[in-house]
């Protein structure tokens, strides 16, 4: 079932934007979490989409849970069930975090791509299977597969028998699925016909190019070619594009903000003329008579107001006084 | 409140106080008993007051600015949409009608500011008289003449602080020459002065200076600005070879990293690029270290190198950059705004680099000022071509900066609202132009829209933004809340604006339009007359509207009348002299209008058919055979085809005598015989 997943091995999933080109091509790789949404609700269609059925839209989580599951289910019928090994997945799962493999994922990746191709294709009809079908099929399913995905239902905060028959019924389908391929039947598969079957909820995906020198460029070049209809999706879709990407790495921050010991020197010229350059960048004409008071305070041609009886500007009234008086007594 | 006021009565007028608190017995409650005890020292209880407070908190001392009082007040006035600037006097001859005026009007202002301050510090034995109390050091006169005599460093010190470029020199020269050693510390500044200023005298602004100094460095400015017309420097200022920086530099005998800097500085500012990058070189090889400014000034000259892809100047100015990290060598935000800068240069290559350095700078923690969001615009949106498709990197930057204040810190900051709007009007989006305009009227961020030319640019886009994609009631708003208080508009605004008017089908607004163009000074521009007195006479309406056309009409043939008296070659318009007809015609002037039937002979213009209909139907209206003759005599005049159908008309509406028709006859028939007589000529 799960044994092989337990040999922890990193496996890690094409990073953020182009995540549906990307993971084709490239090693592609994941961090991947069955991650519980604790205390969250959810409506069935969440239910569907957690397990990656409906829009697998460039949605991490969807990408992320589907090859999981898919690999799981993929080393379960492959390989033998380990006992000791089942407790240790069991601990795993109540702990919510799963770590597969990055070459795992190399050898069983097109059965994933199909596997998602044909969740797609099944996704209209979950609704409408019949009930005693899940019957049906558990019964060819291995007891440790049906412990696991009860383990799964009890853990996740969704109705639990709905849960369990989810997932049942997806593995199922793998099974069959995975049967019909071992019988010598490759499908091809183009992860342009898979990309172009998954739904995706921006208008336009002409421009997705599965081509790595395209990927490279798209996050940097995707500012140029938009065509005049661009809908707010979009905007909002390319929004941070220009915070995020490659930046020059050629400086680094801890070196940056450490404080150098830095000898005091007088400002040169230079300093001061880009100083009086700047605060010649917002000058502007003054908007109205306070502001000219204001100027003319800070010039010094105006008194400071409230008048500050002991500053020094009426030192020189007592002084005037003084001379007035010295001078009545002169002429006295 | 009555209770505490009275309380604060000091002794004598106590009973004037039992009195009055009888009366506010009911409201008062406790305090009325309070006075009934008469103690003469109510007062000061009264003053320590009320029943149940345990514990003073004495609050903390508020220091004031001394323009505290005076900001307060500033803040609550709000712009008067109605009144000129401040800046100008407040008299209608004085307040400036258009931006030229404003212009003018502002720089003499300031020009008499300047002459008044120069004639101060050219005579200052005249203005010693101080009766200024206290006293006011910025009226006095200023001392720019140096005023230790004698050779020594204290002298020099004083020349490079009052920046007298040959006067230290030659104080340098001397003391070199009789043996003195000057310190590094002074070499250095006076190195300082020479890079700075090219080895010129800094610009005659500074000291008012009118001595034979200020005209050389006109002299000089002329011969650079030929060498240096291509490298496009400020003030034409090239680096001489061998200039007096240059030979101070190798004799000094000891220099240190602060003199290579200042060299290379220097080098740059006055583009003597190639000289400034062996510099480094040099500086290198004698294991000294550049400073951040240095490397700022080393990255211009990379860029502005000629002959070099652009690739290479990019990897070189990586290069650089990873010099500077490896120095331990700290950037700064000029660091990455000449980058980006720089980067313009580079057309569509350096879009790529410059969001890379801009998400450095970011991950560094230095924060963008307004000049970096500048340069980045103008790299994306150079060279405009809608068809192909717009960069999206306005909306980022816009959400990036919404709700942040500004604070000067590059020289170039007053440069990005104009580009931002300049985009918002190439893209038509109004919503991001109000986003633009929001950031611009968040906290003081209004003081970088820049000066006056930048200001009406911002403006007038935003306006024609608003004419363009706003309806037609909100633009009125801000029509008037804008104009004329914040920025005068140019004909071509007032133009955005008819047609506007014309879309929402507001046409009754032209008049007023029509009035105020007139006070911004459009008198005589001619497309804005067409379009106004186009949009008037285009389509029939009701009489009151049409009476105000026509008063507007005769207001606009005035002014071409007035211009025609300037000229000596006086020249209508044909289309204005179609339309004001008709505005009169249909708005009851009819003698006026016959009046311009004249001048369309005088000025040799042909009348449109349509008009000489209408005057074919307002003759019918009043009966008048005469009139019509009149017309179809003018038709014939213009050998006009519609002529016949005229005379026609003529004899079959009204009742004419037999000497009209065989006047009308001889008219219709010179028609036919001049394309008789054509035939007949070229039959010989």
Redesign the interface.
């Known amino acids: 079932m799960f044994p092989r997943v337990s040999a922890i091995i990193p496996l890690r999933l094409l990073s953020p934007f182009p995540l549906c080109p990307g993971g084709s091509e490239a090693p592609a790789a994941a961090i991947v979490r069955l991650g519980a949404p604790h205390g969250t609700v959810r409506t069935k269609n969440e239910v569907h989409r957690y397990f990656g059925t409906n829009n697998v839209i460039c949605n991490k989580k969807d990408e992320q849970s589907a090859p999981t599951r898919d690999i799981s289910k993929e080393t379960e019928t492959q390989e033998s069930v380990k006992e000791n090994t089942k407790k240790d997945l069991l601990g795993i799962i109540k702990g919510m975090r799963v770590e597969l493999s990055t070459a795992k994922v190399q050898t069983t990746r097109p059965p994933n791509r199909r596997q998602l191709k044909s969740i797609e294709a099944t996704t209209g009809r979950l609704h409408k299977v019949p009930e005693d079908a899940p019957k049906k099929r558990t019964k060819s399913l291995s007891p440790e597969l049906v412990a696991a995905a009860a383990a799964v239902a009890d853990v996740l905060p969704f109705d639990k028998q709905m849960t369990k028959s989810e997932l049942l019924r997806q593995l199922q389908q793998h099974e069959e699925v995975s049967k019909a391929q071992k019988d010598g039947e490759r499908a091809k598969i183009s992860v342009s016909n898979i990309i172009s079957d998954m739904k995706i909820a921006k208008s336009s995906t002409a421009r997705v190019s599965t081509r790595p020198v395209h990927q490279i460029q798209f996050d940097?070049g995707s500012?140029?070619?938009?065509?005049?209809k661009?809908t707010n999706d979009l905007?909002k879709s390319?929004?941070?594009?220009?915070?995020?990407?490659?930046?020059?790495?050629?400086?680094?921050?801890k070196?940056?903000?450490e404080e150098?010991p830095e000898t005091e020197t007088a400002p040169?010229?230079?300093d001061v003329?880009?100083a009086k350059?700047?605060?010649?960048?917002?000058?502007?004409?003054?908007?109205?008579?306070?502001?000219?008071?204001?100027q003319w305070?800070?010039?010094?041609?105006l008194?400071?107001?409230?008048i500050n009886n002991e500053a020094?500007?009426?030192?020189?009234?007592h002084m005037?006084a003084v001379e007035f008086l010295t001078a009545r007594k002169s002429k006295d | 409140m009555a209770a505490v006021a009275s309380g604060r009565c000091v002794g004598v007028r106590c009973r004037l106080c039992l009195m009055l608190t009888g009366q506010w017995t009911g409201l008062c409650g406790k305090a009325p008993s309070r006075f009934y005890s008469g103690s003469a020292t109510l007062p000061k209880i009264e003053g320590a007051n009320v029943t149940g407070i345990e514990e003073v908190v004495i609050p903390k001392k508020k220091t004031w600015d001394?323009?505290a009082?005076?900001?307060a007040?500033?803040s609550t006035?709000n712009?008067d949409s109605t009144a000129a600037?401040?800046?100008f006097q407040d008299d209608p001859y004085l307040i400036p009608t258009s931006s030229v005026e404003s212009r003018s009007f502002?720089l003499a202002k300031k020009s008499g500011a300047n002459a008044a301050k120069f004639i101060i510090n050219s005579y200052p034995k005249y203005f010693q008289k101080d009766t200024a109390?206290?006293?006011?050091?910025?009226?006095m006169p200023e001392y720019f003449e140096p005023q230790i005599e004698g050779i020594s460093e204290a002298a020099l010190k004083e020349r490079i602080k009052l920046k007298k470029v040959r006067a230290s020199v030659d104080m340098f020269d001397q003391l070199l020459q009789a043996g003195t050693a000057v310190s590094l510390e002074t070499s250095?500044?006076l190195l300082?002065?020479l890079c700075?200023y090219g080895d010129q005298e800094p610009s005659a602004d500074n000291h008012f200076h009118q001595s034979e100094k200020s005209e050389e460095l006109e002299e000089a400015i002329e011969e650079n600005n030929e060498k240096s017309k291509k490298a496009g420097h400020q003030f034409g200022v090239t680096w001489r070879a061998k200039n007096n920086a240059e030979r101070i530099f190798a004799l000094m005998l000891e220099k240190n990293s602060?003199s290579y800097c200042?060299m290379i500085?220097g080098m740059v500012k006055h583009r003597a690029l190639v000289q400034a990058l062996n510099l480094y070189t040099e500086l290198l090889n004698n294991r000294l270290h550049a400073d951040v400014?240095t490397f700022n000034a080393l990255i211009e000259a990379t860029a502005l190198s000629m002959n070099e892809k652009l690739e290479d100047k990019w990897n070189k100015i990586?290069e650089l950059?990873?010099e500077?990290?490896a120095q331990?060598v700290?950037?700064n935000l000029q660091t990455f705004n000449t980058i980006l800068k720089c980067l313009r240069r580079f057309y569509?290559f350096g879009?790529?680099p410059a969001?890379?350095?801009?998400?450095?700078m970011?991950?560094?923690?230095i924060e963008p000022s307004l000049a970096t969001y500048h340069y980045i615009i103008q790299l994306?949106y150079q060279h405009e071509n809608?068809s192909k498709?717009?960069?999206?990197?306005i909306?980022?930057?816009m959400?990036?900066l919404k709700g942040k204040k500004f604070?000067?810190?590059?020289?170039d900051?007053?440069m990005f609202f104009q580009s931002a709007m300049r985009v918002c009007s190439v893209l038509r989006d109004l919503e991001l132009a109000y986003q633009v305009h929001g950031l611009l009227n968040t906290g003081?961020n209004?003081?970088?829209?820049g000066p006056d030319h930048r200001r009406n640019f911002y403006y007038s886009k935003f306006f024609s933004l608003l004419c363009l994609m706003e309806q037609i009631d909100v633009t009125l708003k801000w029509y008037k809340d804008l104009i004329p208080s914040v920025f005068l508009p140019r004909s071509q605004t007032l133009i955005d604006l008819l047609q506007a008017l014309d879309v929402a089908n507001r046409l009754e607004v032209i008049p007023q339009i029509w009035k105020d163009s007139k006070e911004y000074g459009h008198s005589f521009r001619n497309a804005l007359k067409e379009e106004i007195l186009m949009l008037m006479a285009r389509d029939r309406h009701p009489p009151e509207l049409q009476v105000a056309f026509a008063d507007c009409a005769a207001d606009i043939r005035s002014t071409y009348e007035s211009q025609d008296a300037r000229q000596t070659a006086p020249d209508w318009p044909a289309n204005p002299l179609n339309y004001i007809a008709v505005l009169f015609l249909r708005g009851g002037r009819t003698q006026e209008a016959w009046k311009m039937l004249g001048l369309f002979r005088k000025h040799n213009k042909i009348p449109g058919n349509e008009l000489l209909d209408e005057f074919m139907d307002s003759a019918k209206a009043s009966n008048n055979p005469a009139q019509a003759i009149e017309i179809v005599k003018l038709a014939s005049a213009f050998s006009l085809p519609v002529c016949e159908g005229l005379a026609q008309r003529v004899m079959a509406d009204f009742v004419i005598s037999q000497e009209q028709k065989e006047a009308l006859g001889d008219l219709t028939s010179l028609t036919s015989d001049s394309d008789s007589d054509s035939d007949i000529g070229e039959g010989k």
């Open positions: 940097e500012n140029d070619y938009v065509g005049q661009k905007k390319l929004r941070k594009n220009m915070l995020k990407g490659k930046r020059l790495n050629i400086f680094d921050l070196a940056v903000t150098a040169s010229l230079w003329e880009f350059q700047l605060a010649e960048v917002n000058e502007q004409p003054l908007q109205n008579g306070f502001e000219e008071m204001i305070t800070k010039e010094g041609k008194w400071e107001f409230p020094d500007q009426l030192g020189f009234l005037a | 001394k323009v009082v005076l900001q007040l500033a006035v712009r600037p401040y800046a502002l109390e206290p006293h006011i050091p910025c009226l250095n500044s300082d002065l700075y602060h200042t500085r400014y990586l950059l990873k500077m990290a331990k700290k950037p569509s879009r790529l969001l890379q350095t801009f998400r450095e970011k991950a560094i923690g994306f809608p498709g717009s960069s999206l990197i909306y980022d930057i959400n990036e604070s000067p810190k590059d020289p900051d007053d003081d209004w003081k970088f829209i």
